[in-house]
Nanobody, 127 residues
Framework: QVRLVESGGELVQAGGSLRLSCTAS????????SGWFRQAPGKEREFVAA????????DYADSVKGRFTIIRDDAKSTVYLQMNSLKPEDTAVYYC????????????????????WGQGTQVTVSS
């Protein structure tokens, strides 16, 4: 069992930065792949970023490439999403997730491959 708790979401102006945190308990973050997803009102949950079990591979949605970075701190059992140059279209509830059955070097965009989810944190970007 893995429990994930997100934090760091808030209201920010366009062009600003935020760092979201996802702290895990029950199993260390270095033993599974992690991902960040987001869901805007009236839209489906979508992939944002992922990091492999090994920590060697990362991947990003095209809409956030060059602006967002997924970082893992094994000592703190925490996965971060550093978000820079925020845009109003980044407004959403952001969720972190854990994929326990991924390969060591795999990163996955498919939310169905994630086994545990946090409760979400709201990010609002004003124009």
């Amino acid at each position: 069992q893995v429990r994930l708790v997100e934090s760091g979401g808030e209201l920010v102006q366009a062009g600003g930065s935020l760092r979201l945190s996802c702290t895990a308990s029950g199993r260390t973050v270095s033993s599974y792949a992690s991902g960040w997803f987001r869901q805007a009102p009236g839209k489906e949950r979508e992939f944002v970023a992922a990091i492999s079990w090994s920590g060697h591979n990362t991947d990003y949605a095209d809409s956030v490439k060059g602006r967002f970075t997924i970082i893992r701190d094994d000592a703190k059992s925490t996965v971060y999403l550093q978000m820079n140059s925020l845009k109003p279209e980044d407004t959403a509830v952001y969720y972190c997730a854990a994929s326990l059955n991924s390969g060591v070097y795999d990163v996955t965009h498919d939310l169905l491959e994630y086994d545990y989810w946090g409760q979400g944190t709201q990010v609002t970007v004003s124009s």
